[in-house]
């Protein structure tokens, strides 16, 4: 089955306490993303990764991290959380074909207080 | 720069009315479009997406949409409302230079009993 998986589903940090947030892949796809889910702002991309290696910034790439050493995997770092990004955050990926979706993870629901 | 819009950001029906729901892009070349659903606690799932090949769309769920390029609109109908299609809504767009998904800011539906 197609999927994409994040972990953890919840998270409470404190503020500047450093946290990764995982994305795995199994569909083979070299396009992967994440993006932020706020209210009334719909998903905004924060990085992106083109391939192995290939990663680059989105529109909101401010405080985040990513990595990108093995195809099916992107984690999101934050290397010191802020209140600012206590947010609902999506894992996509994408084959690198103009007419294909993009499949999401189930979602990452950070607060950091 | 490329956008994406959606009129409304909470739409309420009826059990077994009509839904409508807008969405109108900024392009001057057609994109490719998509309609992405939402439910509680959930990732986004694809309802159906346009990519040329013909412009009234079919999706899951009893979902369609048509693109129309005189209007630069993308709107999502269902004939009859039920009450599992209360989610929230998503339309995106993706330029054929680019693999970054563009999203509206959501519509939520709220199907009444």
């Known amino acids: 089955e197609a999927q994409v998986t994040q972990n953890p589903r919840y998270l409470i940090t404190v503020t500047g306490k450093k946290l990764t947030v995982t994305c795995s892949q199994n569909?083979?796809?070299?396009?992967m993303s994440w993006y932020r889910q706020d209210p009334g702002l719909g998903l905004r991309q924060i990085y992106y990764?083109?391939?192995?290696?290939?990663?680059d910034k989105g529109d909101v790439p401010e405080g985040y991290k990513v990595s990108r050493k093995e195809k099916r995997n992107f984690p999101l770092i934050l290397e010191s959380p802020s209140p600012n990004q206590t947010s609902l955050y999506f894992c996509?990926?994408?084959?690198?074909?103009?007419?294909?979706?993009?499949?999401f993870g189930q979602g990452t629901r950070l607060t950091v207080v | 720069a490329q956008s994406v819009t959606q009129l409304g950001s909470h739409v309420s029906v009826s059990e077994g009315a009509l839904v409508l729901l807008r969405c109108n892009y900024s392009?001057?070349?057609?994109?490719?479009l998509f309609w992405y659903v939402q439910y509680p606690n959930q990732g986004l799932q694809l309802l159906l997406k346009?990519?040329?090949?013909?412009?009234l769309v079919k999706g899951i769920n009893g979902f369609e949409a048509e693109f129309k390029k005189s209007e630069t609109s993308f709107h999502l109908t269902k004939p009859s409302a039920h009450m599992s299609d209360a989610a929230e809504y998503f339309c995106?767009?993706?330029?054929?230079?680019?693999?970054?998904?563009?999203f509206g800011s959501g519509t939520r539906l709220l199907v009444r009993p």
């Open positions: 996509a990926s994408r084959a690198t074909t103009r007419d294909t979706e993009a499949f």
């Open positions: 569909m083979n796809h070299e396009y």
């Open positions: 990764s083109m391939n192995v290696e290939v990663t």
């Open positions: 392009s001057s070349v057609p994109p490719y």
């Open positions: 346009y990519t040329s090949a013909a412009t």
């Open positions: 995106a767009s993706s330029m054929d230079s680019s693999y970054k998904l563009i």
